[in-house]
Nanobody, 120 residues
């Protein structure tokens, strides 16, 4: 079994910064794309940022220039540095990853989420 565990959420004032971390553990052969999603109250879950196995990042337009996603292949971690936070960044942030359990089987996994609240 594979687990994704997020950390680093919290309450911050607008304009502040937070850093989210996610670590994958369990039966892992390799990890492909990793990403961060968020879900605000009453809204659908949306992609915030993702990073391919080769380190190529992709960002939602709403966070470009403010958020940075990085990963450590050796540690099976993915981080999200969030700067210049806005109240509309508030939500539960979920880690997501495509994990190869063996050379034949790849599954998509979700973490349980971490709350980010940005006050105005």
């Amino acid at each position: 079994q594979v687990q994704l565990v997020e950390s680093g959420g919290g309450l911050v004032q607008a304009g502040g910064s937070l850093r989210l971390s996610c670590v994958a553990s369990g039966t892992i052969s390799s990890i492909g794309r990793m990403g961060w999603y968020r879900q605000a109250p009453g809204k659908q879950r949306e992609l915030v940022a993702s990073i391919a196995g080769d380190g190529d990042p992709d960002y939602a337009d709403s966070v470009k220039g403010r958020f940075t996603i990085t990963r450590d292949g050796a540690e099976n971690t993915v981080d999200l540095q969030m700067n210049s936070l806005k109240p509309e960044d508030t939500g539960v942030y979920y880690c997501n990853a495509d994990v190869a359990i063996n050379r034949l089987l790849t599954r998509n996994y979700w973490g349980r989420g971490t709350q980010v609240t940005v006050s105005s």
